[in-house]
């Protein structure tokens, strides 16, 4: 009989409870679909108490990390709370985590949850993910840290990682693949109507990169004809035209005050442009292209390949909506 392995989800105040409950969900099913106990499954919590989840509903954890340093545990998976990338984790739980990690067989992290380790030194020289909507500012934070924006869930030595939210599902659908094999963890997914492989990345959800105003006044009015003539040329002289000023004086001004090439800026307004008429379901990428202002469909593929992470026939499909 295999051994029976034990799952802990650390849980801090606000957590975001799908983070709990999804991979715990995914290891319960696990144990029917197996016909046998294969997890046992611990919530522990940072703080004594009920905690408060994001949503308001109240969680009440197994043990808290100071009843749980006898615990053997097999995998421990840091939950996420919307907060999580603003708050400093407190010793107690920095010394927790150093301690019991590397007691593991394995530790990681669902969405934000990803900052606690990161804190602890836990995630120091691996590649992880993270939700993509706080992926730079973990980076920024933690530059001994390589961050994958568009994964949704990572695998780096005995670190695992998973993207946001819902993600945390795929990664503990992963973890059971990994422990129990393919059969078992096909059934799981069947019986939790999940995808097996979640086609693409998370970089399809995301709304970061996409053209923001920025700069002074004539800028901004400059990336408003943009945003609202997505087809026109849009050149560096055409645009620099528009403001009285020379190509190269242009180029040098909008990079400065906007961050981006005017360029890459127009190539993000396109893409955000394309990805509303996607949304709208009524038009094909052919036709998207001419209106969003890319030479032909496979420019418009490329494009929208570096900023979405799928194709937009892919992209139209998953996300255009109903009638």
């Not at 999940?194 to 400059?222: D, H, N, T, Y």
């Not at 993000?268 to 442009?273: K, L, Y």
């Not at 990805?275 to 469909?297: I, N, Y």
Request: with cysteine; charged share 25%.
């Amino acid at each position: 009989m295999p051994p029976i392995r034990t799952i802990a989800i650390l849980a801090i105040p606000g957590v975001q409870l799908l983070d709990v409950s999804g991979p715990l969900d995914v290891f319960a099913e696990a144990n029917r679909q197996a016909g046998e106990r294969c997890y046992r499954l611990l919530v522990v919590a940072s703080v004594p108490g009920p905690l408060t989840s994001s949503s308001g509903i109240r969680l009440l954890p197994d043990l808290v990390i100071a009843d749980a340093r006898g615990e053997d545990i097999d995998t421990l998976l840091g939950a996420g709370a919307p907060q999580a990338a603003a708050t400093t984790p407190s010793p107690d739980l920095l010394a927790w985590l150093a301690e019991q990690a590397p007691r593991t067989r394995r530790y990681g992290s669902v969405c934000s949850g990803a900052f606690i380790l990161a804190a602890a030194g836990l995630l120091d020289g691996h590649r992880i993910t993270t939700h993509w909507a706080v992926a730079g500012q973990l980076a920024r934070t933690y530059p001994a840290v390589t961050v994958d924006e568009d994964a949704i869930h990572v695998r780096d030595g005995r670190v695992r990682t998973a993207a946001g939210v819902t993600a945390g599902l795929d990664l503990a659908l992963a973890l059971v693949e990994e422990d129990v094999g393919r059969e078992v963890a096909l059934k799981v997914a069947s019986q939790l109507v999940m995808f097996f492989k979640r086609p693409g990345g998370q970089l399809q959800f995301s709304r970061k990169g996409e053209a923001e105003l920025a700069g002074r006044s004539a800028l901004q009015e400059i990336q408003r004809w943009v945003a609202a003539n997505p087809a026109e040329d849009h050149s560096v002289t055409s645009l620099a035209r528009r403001v009285e000023l020379s190509p190269r004086h242009f180029a040098r001004l909008f990079r400065s005050e906007v961050g981006l090439t005017p360029a890459a800026w127009v190539e993000a307004a396109r893409v955000s442009a394309a990805r509303q008429l996607l949304e709208g379901g009524k038009e094909a990428p052919k036709q998207v292209a001419a209106r969003c202002g890319f030479a032909d469909a496979d420019t418009l593929r490329r494009a929208f390949a570096r900023h979405v992470g799928v194709t937009p026939a892919e992209y139209r499909k998953r996300h255009a909506r109903l009638g």
